[in-house]
Nanobody, 127 residues
């Protein structure tokens, strides 16, 4: 059974940093596409970053150069390092997993193929 649990959210001032963690169980990192998504009040869910089985990462234009996705298979943990945070980064952040076997992430920032989601962690950035 796949389970995902996010942590590390909180409140920070503009320009600050946070690192989100996603503890996983039942996820074989060599066979899953992993991603981070966010949803702000009144807005649609947005793909933030995703990482392939080989470590190749992808980012939305809004976070490219500021956020870094990484994973540690030995610790069964997915990370999102967020630097230079802006008020518009305020949202609930979710980690997600998509079983891809030996393939590649499919539309990783779209979210539609991810079958497993965490409960979310709130990130609030004040100006």
């Amino acid at each position: 059974q796949v389970q995902l649990v996010e942590s590390g959210g909180g409140s920070v001032q503009s320009g600050g940093s946070l690192r989100l963690s996603c503890a996983t169980s039942g996820v074989r990192y060599s066979a899953y596409c992993l991603g981070w998504f966010r949803q702000a009040p009144g807005k649609e869910r947005e793909g933030v970053a995703a990482i392939e089985t080989d470590g190749h990462s992808m980012y939305s234009e809004s976070v490219k150069g500021r956020f870094t996705i990484s994973k540690d298979s030995a610790k069964n943990t997915l990370y999102l390092q967020m630097n230079s945070l802006k008020p518009e980064d305020t949202a609930v952040y979710y980690c997600a997993a998509d079983y891809i076997g030996g393939g590649h992430c499919y539309n990783p920032l779209g979210g539609g193929h991810f079958g497993h989601w965490g409960q979310g962690t709130q990130v609030t950035v004040s100006s």
